[in-house]
């Protein structure tokens, strides 16, 4: 038997159905399962590193500070828009990607340095 399981059946059902009545379905944590998957990835992660410190950049600047091709950043800060973590908006020819409330609140907590002054944060 694994040191992980309990060697025998002994539910606390008054305690279990507390807990359980207010544990959401997975319907309701989906959302933030997808935003936690999408920092899972090291290049994405630097992307939300970097337009934590940056504030607004372009995917011309994120490439380069990432030293990543422009296609392959431009797939990641996609995915990042995706899961609510990024916004985007066109400037012209540019592409132009900032972190939403919810990406500095997530990056916040994975990656804490408490010597990073983020960037002044528009709406």
């Known amino acids: 038997m ?7 059946l002994c539910v606390d ?7 359980r009545a207010r544990v ?3 319907d309701d944590v989906r959302p933030a399962a997808d935003r936690a998957r999408a920092l899972a990835d090291p290049t994405r992660l630097r992307i939300a590193r970097a337009l934590q410190i940056g ?3 372009c995917v011309c600047d994120l490439a380069w500070v990432c030293s990543s091709s ?3 950043v431009s797939h990641h800060a996609r995915q990042l828009r995706t899961a609510g973590l990024t916004a985007s908006r066109r400037d012209g020819k540019l592409v132009m990607y900032r972190l939403t409330d919810a ?14 002054e983020p960037a002044v944060r528009e709406g």
Do not use: F, I, T
């Open 2 to 8: 694994s040191s992980d399981s309990c060697e025998l």
């Open 13 to 19: 059902l008054p305690q279990a159905e507390k807990v």
């Open 24 to 26: 959401p379905g997975d």
């Open 55 to 57: 504030g607004e950049l």
């Open 70 to 72: 422009q296609n392959l």
């Open 103 to 116: 990406g500095h609140a997530l990056l916040s907590l994975l990656l804490p340095d408490p010597g990073l």
